[in-house]
Each structure stands twice: as structure tokens, then as C-alpha cells.
């Protein structure tokens, strides 16, 4: 595990600090810590510290919390941020259960089924997803900057 000193420690603070502040705005009332499961682990590539988000390849989860700090976990949301190509891509899906769709944000907005993978509508509490999807993938471009 990389210590807080190292490039990619340095860089997943830095990244879990941007994905909270972006969930905080899109997602107002509540308030969000981002953790990463894998601890470090911005990429399975070698050398994707010296990159940076160019080889981006990870799994976040936002947990959220009401105004009050109180634990709100029916609104935690996982996050994966991939490359295709050479296209950034997100997903973000609410983590309780599948009765919920799941969004894809690549150049445009797809919602899915959570159970069956189908397309489906956006769903009534849908636009603050979208919203935050649409202003990560914007932040995390690396030719945005």
C-alpha cells in the first residue's frame, strides 16, 4: 500500500477530495466522503502514477450523510471511472439494491436497468446523477485542463 507521500497516495486524496466536493454540489443537501476500496490503486497499469488521470481505472463509493452528519446509506452511490479508448466513461449506481437503474456517462447519459442491464428512463431522482457524472467526467478529462 503506497503511503500518503507517494504519487499515487498524493493523487487518490486529491481525487477522492474532488469526486466529495463535485457529489456535494450536484447532490445538495447532503454531504459525501468517497472511499476507495482499493486503497491507492488509481491503476492497474505500471507507471499510471507518472500519467496521472490519463490511465484512470477505478471504483469509488460515496457515502452520504445528511447536513447533520447523520448516515443517509440508502443514498450511497458506487462509482467506476474507466477508459475506452480513448474516451473517459463513468458509471454510477445507488449501492441498495437493484430496483434502482444505474448510470452510464460516456459522450451522453444511459440509463439502465440494474437487474436486467436494459436502457430504461431516467428515473425522478436521476438529474443530480447525471449532473454529477457530466461535471466529473469534465473535471477528470485530461485534455480539460
Avoid: K
Avoid at 493523487?11 to 468517497?34: E, I, M
Avoid at 469534465?138 to 485534455?143: E, G, K, N, T
Wanted: a negative charge; glycine letters at 8%; aromatic letters at 2%.
Amino acid at each position: 500500500m503506497p503511503s500518503p507521500e507517494s504519487p499515487i497516495g498524493s493523487a487518490n486524496t486529491d481525487l477522492c477530495q474532488l469526486v466529495a466536493a463535485a457529489a456535494d454540489l450536484c447532490r445538495r443537501p447532503l454531504r459525501h466522503a468517497v472511499v476507495n476500496p482499493d486503497q491507492g490503486a488509481i491503476s492497474a497499469e505500471p507507471g499510471a502514477e507518472e500519467e496521472g488521470v490519463d490511465s484512470l481505472d477505478l471504483c469509488l463509493r460515496l457515502e452520504a450523510r445528511t447536513p447533520e452528519g447523520e448516515r443517509v446509506p440508502a443514498e450511497d452511490l458506487e462509482l467506476e471511472i474507466y477508459r475506452s479508448g480513448d474516451d473517459l466513461n463513468l458509471t454510477l449506481a445507488w449501492r441498495q439494491g437493484e430496483d434502482h437503474p444505474l448510470l452510464w456517462q460516456g459522450s451522453h447519459p444511459v440509463w439502465m436497468d440494474g437487474a436486467t442491464g436494459l436502457r430504461s428512463h431516467c428515473p425522478p431522482d436521476g438529474a443530480p446523477l447525471e449532473a454529477l457524472a457530466r461535471r466529473l467526467r469534465a473535471l477528470l478529462r485530461p485534455d480539460q485542463g
